[in-house]
C-alpha cells in the first residue's frame, strides 16, 4: 500500500500564489510517475502536472503552463507544485497521484491522495 499525503492548499486571491506539497509512503518498489490532478465542483477530473521519477521529464496542461512548476525531491519521495498568477479557474481540489512499482516485475499501480482544497479569489 502506498499513502499521499498533501498540504499546502487554501485560500488565495488571483494573481497570488500557492505551493503544494505530496509526500509518498509505504511498501513499493519504485516510483514511475508523480503529478497533480484537479477537480472543479461540476467538472471532471483533469491532469494538471506529471514528472517522472527516473529522468525527471514533466508533462502539464496547456492551461497551467507558464505558470505552474512541478518538482520533486525523489530522496524524500516529495513532489512539489508551485502555482503562481492564480486565477478563479484554478479552483479546484487538488489530488496527488503516483504510479509506482511494488515489485521487480514490471507491473504497476495508481494511488491517489485525499485531495487539498485550493480556492481562488477574485
Known amino acids: 500500500q502506498v499513502q499521499l499525503v498533501e498540504s499546502g492548499g487554501g485560500l488565495v486571491q488571483a494573481g497570488g500564489s500557492l505551493r503544494l506539497s505530496c509526500a509518498a509512503s509505504?511498501?513499493?518498489?519504485?516510483?514511475?510517475?508523480m503529478g497533480w490532478y484537479r477537480q472543479a465542483p461540476g467538472k471532471a477530473r483533469e491532469l494538471v502536472a506529471l514528472?517522472?521519477?527516473?529522468?525527471?521529464?514533466?508533462n502539464y496542461a496547456d492551461s497551467v503552463k507558464g505558470r505552474f512548476t512541478i518538482s520533486s525531491d525523489n530522496a524524500k519521495n516529495t513532489i512539489y507544485l508551485q502555482a503562481n498568477s492564480l486565477k478563479s479557474e484554478d479552483t479546484a481540489v487538488y489530488y496527488c497521484?503516483?504510479?509506482?512499482?511494488?515489485?521487480?516485475?514490471?507491473?504497476?499501480?495508481?494511488?491517489w491522495g485525499q485531495g487539498t482544497q485550493v480556492t481562488v479569489s477574485s
Open positions: 497521484y503516483c504510479n509506482v512499482r511494488v515489485g521487480t516485475t514490471p507491473s504497476s499501480y495508481n494511488y
Open positions: 509505504g511498501s513499493f518498489f519504485s516510483i514511475n510517475v
Open positions: 514528472i517522472s521519477s527516473r529522468d525527471g521529464t514533466t
